[in-house]
């Protein structure tokens, strides 16, 4: 029997959509805790980067990371994350929301 390449992609794409509405989920899920962490650090007048915690961040990735993905690919998507976080934090502190 013939395989069906086209069908054979065509599933995986529509996995790879859910997966991809999950992560989408999860980020907005993510973004709603760091909103609120951006409220803390307003009222507490923290600054928004934290060096340490970020390490810590990467760390607690790596130390849960079971692959394929490597801890170095895992890092650069977890630190543009971060980085697009940071700027959440930031807004929030600027328009004290």
Known sequence: MARDFAAELAECRGKIDDVDRRILDLLNERTRVVERIG?????????VYEPKREDQVFQNVKEHNGGPLSNEAAKRIFER???EMRKVQRDRMETGN
């Open 39 to 47: 409220k803390i650090k307003a009222d507490a007048q923290l600054a």
């Open 81 to 83: 994350i971060i980085d």
